[in-house]
């Protein structure tokens, strides 16, 4: 298979403890230390990564790190801490419900596609010990990303960990129902508002109803990912929900600042719902939102150099450094629709291993 991205930026930004937080342009920043949800991210690159010959010795090498991290991340009852200074020290005791999820993510996609047994184990048991705290989330975005980590997991864990399904059925039925308190024929969303990250809740509803046999589920993610597509694809274009001012049902909507975490997310609610629907739409929607990075955005703007990429872009300028979330929202994408330009997608994307 063709290489889709280079892991230059990626390795620049990573030491011998994970990956630094943030980037002076293209420059490793270590005054910001590490963090569980990037981390997660880099172990799920790192992942897809190794499946490339080319590739495989430094992936490997930089999964290990990670993995090892995210291992010394878990407290004794089961949650993760998240910051750690460059010194080596935890800075917190316990970390957010975004961090804990998004560590639960990166460790499920590892499970499922990891061709290392000693990773997939290891992820399990991270995933195991963590599972009676998945109920506990209170955040829609929260329960989103364990949502995602869980389904990949799944086919894996559930004979060991009945209750798996449960917790997936508990985040799907808490999402339904935000989604039919707050949604109207003009607003078909789960909140009053769009803020970060916006197309992995209907992400996570297609992959809890395709896991668990769920239609109705699967029906609501379909409904709110093409609602968010009416509303951020202009003439052909992905315009994202910009960070200043968000987007409010009854308001106007931000168009800057536009994140990169954006265009990730729905390239892989895109690409997902083109698996299980078949329709050819979605997967030009993934297109579209990947052409973001490269320059088909709102200022027209490329952003990726050297395997890195940006953070964002307001209305008038671009910024210039190049942290370890945009790289990774670049990469992820990369390496996730890559395979589908190749012919041969990495996995069905119900979570089932390629291995």
């Not at 990169?260 to 729905?266: D, I, Q, S, V």
Request: glycine letters at 8%.
């Amino acid at each position: 298979m063709r290489i889709p991205a280079t892991l230059e930026h990626l390795t620049a930004l990573t030491d011998d403890v994970g990956i630094i937080q943030h980037a002076v342009e293209d420059i490793p920043n270590r005054s910001t230390g590490y963090c569980v949800d990037d981390v997660a991210r880099a172990l799920l690159v790192a992942t897809a990564a190794s499946a490339y010959p080319e590739l495989e010795a430094e992936a490997l090498r930089l999964g290990r790190i990670y993995l090892a991290y995210l291992f010394d991340a878990q407290r004794p009852d089961g949650r993760m801490r998240n910051f750690m200074g460059f010194d080596r020290r935890w800075l917190d005791d316990v970390g957010s419900e975004d961090s804990f999820a998004r560590g639960i993510w990166g460790l499920g996609y590892t499970v499922a596609h990891a061709h290392k047994a000693t990773w997939r184990s290891l992820s399990a048991r991270i995933i195991t010990k963590a599972l009676p705290h998945m109920g506990d989330f209170t955040h829609h975005r929260s329960m989103a990303y364990a949502a995602l980590g869980l389904t990949m997991a799944f086919p894996s864990l559930v004979d060991s960990q009945p209750e798996l399904r449960d917790v997936l059925l508990r985040i799907g039925t808490h999402l339904q129902r935000a989604f039919e308190a707050e949604s109207s024929d003009e607003w078909v969303w789960f909140e009053a508002r769009m803020t970060y990250d916006n197309a992995r809740l209907p992400e996570a509803m297609m992959r809890i109803g395709a896991m668990i046999g769920r239609d109705d589920f699967i029906e609501t993610g379909i409904e709110a990912l093409d609602f968010y597509e009416r509303l951020c694809i202009e003439n052909g274009i992905f315009v994202p929900i910009g960070n200043a001012g968000w987007c409010h049902r009854d308001g106007e909507r931000s168009r800057y600042d536009q994140q990169p975490l954006e265009a990730a997310g729905l390239i892989d609610a895109a690409l997902f719902a083109f698996d299980i629907t078949g329709q050819e739409r979605y997967r030009r929607l993934a297109e579209i939102a990947y052409d973001w990075y490269f320059g088909r955005n709102s200022i027209n703007a490329p952003l990726v150099i050297d395997g890195g990429c940006r953070d964002g872009f307001s209305e008038n300028s671009v910024n210039r450094n190049m942290g370890a979330e945009s790289t990774l929202a670049y990469l992820a994408s990369a390496f996730t629709l890559g395979p589908y330009r190749q012919g041969r997608p990495v996995s069905s994307n119900f979570g089932h291993s390629s291995r």
